[in-house]
């Protein structure tokens, strides 16, 4: 009885993520030469492993500097198995990187790779996010401060607010500014708060304080900017809000009023 197409694709599947499965393919292909079939398997693997690795390292540029090639070309393999592609869209794939780095690495010592992640991911998914009308500052301007305390704010589909354990962003910074011989002077272990923004289409990643951090994820929850502020306030009674916020509508972080 002839294999169903299913049942080969499903084989074939399988021998792609292991070539100790090659056998089991081969008996279902009818083929002149089985070492030439096998041969032509392996390179398909190796473009598959290449394309995969390739699509990791573009989403996490900063964290395959810090690992090194082979600690990276291992870390690609491990979280293919462990996470195997269900999209097409090969920009998807490393969504669950930053989890998975923090269970494969267990040395305590490297434990700041998995916020590194989760910033580059932000990245990443900010380029692909989808985009939103702002409002001019003549129109902020215009709608006065009373509203605007009391109003819920829109923030871009692009942004996502960060807070990290360890200095995340300060690593990610060094290592962008190719300034990797001051990566020896950050102190591994001091938190850090990351605003992804995305004006003019172009990701970036900018330095928040804890209280800014506070504020920005109170709007994003609906809350007032009056109700926001409030929560800053109480952790830094200096906080600064008219320089923050001149940084959130430069940037488009902010871009209108939900209750408009």
């Known amino acids: 009885m002839n294999p169903s197409l299913e049942s080969l694709q499903s084989a074939f599947a399988e021998t792609i993520e292991d070539p100790a499965a090659d056998a089991s393919l081969l008996k279902h292909l009818q083929t002149a030469d089985d070492k030439l079939t096998h041969e032509r398997l392996g390179l398909y693997r190796g473009n598959v492993r290449a394309a995969r690795r ?6 996490y540029p900063v964290l395959a500097q810090l690992t090194g090639d082979v600690y990276f070309d291992a870390l690609s ?8 592609s269900r999209d097409a869209d090969l920009n998807r794939f490393g969504a669950s990187l930053p989890e998975f780095i923090e269970r494969y690495e267990a040395d305590a010592r490297y434990a700041y790779f ?10 990443h998914a900010a380029a692909f996010a989808a985009n939103a009308a702002t409002l001019s500052p003549a129109q902020w301007q215009a709608i006065g401060v009373e509203r605007l305390m009391s109003a819920r704010l829109k923030v871009h589909p692009a942004c996502f607010a960060l807070e990290s354990r360890h200095a995340a ?3 990610w910074r060094a290592h962008r500014q190719d300034a990797v011989a001051g990566h020896n002077d950050i102190d591994i272990h001091a938190p850090n708060w990351t605003l992804i923004v995305r004006p003019q289409w172009r990701p970036a990643a900018l330095s928040q304080t804890q209280a800014a951090h506070t504020a920005f994820t109170a709007l994003q929850c609906g809350n007032t900017l009056d109700e926001a502020l409030e929560r800053a306030f109480a952790i830094d009674e200096n906080f600064d809000f008219a320089t923050q916020w001149r940084t959130w509508i430069e940037t488009n972080a902010i871009t209108g009023l939900r209750d408009a």
């Open 169 to 171: 962003f300060d690593i």
């Open 54 to 59: 390739n699509a990791l390292e573009n989403a």
């Open 77 to 84: 393999l491990a979280y293919a198995r462990a996470y195997p």
């Open 114 to 123: 998995g916020d590194i992640a989760r910033l580059e991911w932000a990245l």
